[in-house]
T-cell receptor, first 112, second 116 residues
Framework: GQQVMQIPQYQHVQEGEDFTTYCNSSTTLSNIQWYKQRPGGHPVFLIQ?????EVKKQKRLTFQFGEAKKNSSLHITATQTTDVGTYFC????????????FGRGTSLIVHP | DGGITQSPKYLFRKEGQNVTLSCEQNLNHDAMYWYRQDPGQGLRLIYYSQIVNDFQKGDIAEGYSVSREKKESFPLTVTSAQKNPTAFYLCASSLGVEGRLLYGYTFGSGTRLTVV
């Protein structure tokens, strides 16, 4: 079936360093969502991107949707210990069902 | 406050027993979903329902069953036919779809099922 690949699987950073996670799809996506799951918690919806080339910001988080709508990224500037968790992307295939496909997530570990 | 409630938080069962996980939402969401999460596997879709009295199989439906008799409730039964039932189970709901726009999911806090 359609897959959304997410890399890296894990990322260790020192507090204050930047972090980026990437999502790639082999097929065009109509939109992509991002979620954050804290350790021991449940995923929480962060944002949805719909337009080609779209860029959205939430404080230190920057979300991008590629021009071809096949990839997306989440960039965190100057990480803090509160950023620890697993970040998931979920892509909705164009012309497909209304069920998004989740990536496997990137676990961010921030060292103080 | 509106939300989605899963119970219990932890559940232990003996092998061969069926077990039902509860999921209730008061968000007035049409769509509800069940996901299974295993370490390193991300979220895998078990079943989903976009309207009352209707539900569809997801990617890993074998060994599971659901019902959607009320808009607010979407219980999941893990049957003895499920080969490896120990996992973290997440229920989610959403407003569904408007045009081609998919609304974001609201997840419950999950149920950790351990089968011994």
């Amino acid at each position: 079936g359609q897959q959304v690949m997410q890399i890296p699987q894990y990322q260790h950073v020192q507090e204050g360093e930047d972090f980026t996670t990437y999502c790639n799809s082999s097929t065009t996506l109509s939109n992509i969502q991002w979620y954050k799951q804290r350790p021991g918690g449940h995923p929480v919806f962060l944002i949805q991107l719909v337009k080609s080339g779209e860029v959205k910001k939430q404080k230190r988080l920057t979300f991008q949707f590629g021009e071809a709508k096949k990839n997306s990224s989440l960039h965190i500037t100057a990480t803090q210990t509160t950023d620890v968790g697993t970040y998931f992307c979920a892509g909705l295939v164009s012309g497909g069902s209304y069920i998004p496909t989740f990536g496997r997530g990137t676990s961010l570990i921030v060292h103080p | 406050d509106g939300g989605i409630t899963q119970s219990p938080k932890y559940l232990f069962r003996k092998e061969g027993q069926n077990v039902t996980l509860s999921c209730e939402q008061n968000l007035n969401h049409d769509a509800m979903y069940w996901y299974r999460q295993d370490p390193g596997q991300g979220l895998r879709l078990i079943y989903y329902s976009q309207i009352v009295n209707d539900f569809q199989k997801g990617d890993i439906a074998e060994g599971y069953s659901v019902s959607r008799e009320k808009k607010e409730s979407f219980p999941l039964t893990v049957t003895s036919a499920q080969k490896n039932p120990t996992a973290f189970y997440l229920c989610a709901s959403s407003l569904g779809v408007e045009g081609r726009l998919l609304y974001g999911y609201t997840f419950g806090s999950g149920t950790r099922l351990t089968v011994v």
